[in-house]
């Protein structure tokens, strides 16, 4: 069996995904042009694209190297994770699912100058490639709040604690990965059969351990992404979050990334198993 682990990436893109069943019930579909400006105005487009950036987790979950698919994985990689068809999956899903009332809602607090801020900083946060030296600085920003007491510290938890409401982000990453290990298995990737009960029962073991490093993951991400945004600010962006109907879209938008990543991560596994060391495609 394939050495389990967290998905580091995974954790800071996917805070939070809450793995829900939509009861999509709005009162008229959005149309296809304003869904396209509320991607873009809300940066949830730019979150999306940044989903490609994961794809360097897919070998490490395996307990191996992206050089061990050879030369052409990086190519393999940039079109399963293909940004404008993750994108037009988004939109043909919001479609169906996201209300004109909670569209415009999202949309107007993210139009206003401290919506705008906060795109600006969460898009450059989504981009950054470093994700060790991101989660490094993150975390020295949190141990400087706590040893100086400072009060920003509880905004940041307070803010992440809107964010996920409802507690899924561990469900969901495991979610995540049984899916794409089960294709890997299924596609002959593993060397090994993984028996689903068994791999649901691993990960189970170290749920606590996870649900640990996800919050410590989710505040480091926090400090290190609205480092330039006022304490003030951010309790403002707090409480916006904490509005029924931004937690509706909230629900919505995060389940949607959630249903790509996983997906694509599927798609992933199938094509890996026909990279090895040296061979092009």
């Known amino acids: ?89 988004a939109l043909d899903i919001l479609s169906q699912t996201l209300s004109e009332e909670d569209l415009a809602h999202a949309a107007g607090f993210y139009a206003s100058d401290l919506g705008q801020r ?39 938890k307070g803010l992440n604690a809107a964010i996920d409401q409802s507690g899924n982000a561990v469900r969901a990453v495991q979610e995540v990965q049984v899916r794409f290990l089960m294709a890997a298995s299924h596609a002959g990737v593993l060397e090994r059969a993984i028996d689903e009960e068994s791999l649901r029962a691993l990960l189970k073991q170290g749920e606590n351990e996870l649900r640990i490093q996800l919050k410590a993951g989710a505040l480091a991400n926090a400090a290190y992404t609205y480092a330039d945004i006022s304490t003030e600010d951010l309790d403002a962006y707090r409480e916006a979050l904490e509005h029924p109907r931004m937690q509706r879209v909230y629900e919505l938008m995060n389940a949607v990334q959630f249903e790509i990543m996983a997906g694509r991560y599927e798609r992933l596994a199938a094509r890996m198993a026909d990279l090895h060391p040296g061979q092009e495609l």
Do not use: C, Y
């Open 118 to 156: 906060l795109v600006e900083v969460e898009n450059a946060s989504h981009m950054v490639e470093d994700d060790s030296g991101k989660r490094e600085d993150g975390e020295e920003r949190v141990t400087a709040m706590m040893r100086a007491g400072d009060t920003r510290l509880q905004v940041i």
């Open 1 to 89: 069996m394939p050495r389990v682990i967290p998905m580091p990436r995974l954790m800071m893109l996917l805070l939070p995904v809450l793995l829900v069943v939509m009861q999509a019930g709005p009162l008229r579909a959005a149309d296809r042009d304003r869904l396209e400006a509320f991607l873009e105005v809300t940066g949830f487009g730019v979150a999306l694209d940044s989903l490609a950036l994961s794809a360097a987790d897919a070998p490490r979950m395996l307990g191996m190297e992206a050089s061990d698919f050879g030369s052409d994985w990086e190519r393999v990689a940039n079109e399963v994770f293909d940004t404008g068809e993750m994108r037009k999956t």
